[in-house]
């Protein structure tokens, strides 16, 4: 005898990745918002500025906590139901951990060290002032190099994404919009490895995020339509009954 067993019970965890992604790339923009601006790449005027700002670790944290709200969005996305056996989706959950891993240095890097290295520079005698600035200086290379390979694996880890959207069911621009968004962070990487913190580089980083905005959006709303859920299922399993042997 065989039992029709509607699939209505599914787990939630499309519209749980959606949120988690929208929220975490919003609170990420309202964070830089708020950090120092200048020509980051004349270190004697930027130093100055870093070392004047009293909300920098705040602001470096924020970003962290939302850097950590989007990789739990990019896990929900990778563990959904029909993605888990997937090989894609399995090395999508290793990036994203990577990612997330390389994001912490970075802003240990970014948010703590930099920050203690410019304020002891601002503080220095005129003897001691050459030597400071080598310093802070030496932290921001290896910056450029924390924020290089982060870009990069964030970058693939977004193009993994767009990959386990084309085995599934949901609309395809969404995959066209994450990956574009993967080719925007993998450009930064290069551009900040290479040459640092660049106009060139900046107008990538509002490319991603106008991308990234795009195909969150997108799943947002199609994780909210009744059946939306299902979608995330590899395409001959999205929607309808499971025959279960009684």
Known sequence: MTTVVAEAARPRTLRSAAWLLLAGQLLYIAMTQFHAGGDAN???AIFATYAQNAIWSAVHLGQFAAMALLVAGLVALFTAPGQQARVVARIGLAMAGVTLTLYAALQAVDGVALKQAVDAWSAASVLEEPARFASAEAVRWLEWGMRSYEDFAFGLTLLLVAATVFG???????????????????????IAGTEGFTAAQSALIVAGWVFSLAWMAWLAAVAARPGGESRVAEPGMARGAVAVDA
Do not use: F, M, N, V
């Not at 599934?168 to 290069?190: D, K």
């Open 168 to 190: 599934s069911s949901l609309p395809r621009p969404i995959a066209w919009l994450a990956g574009l968004s993967g080719l925007a962070y993998l450009g930064q990487g290069w």
């Open 42 to 44: 004349d270190h004697h």
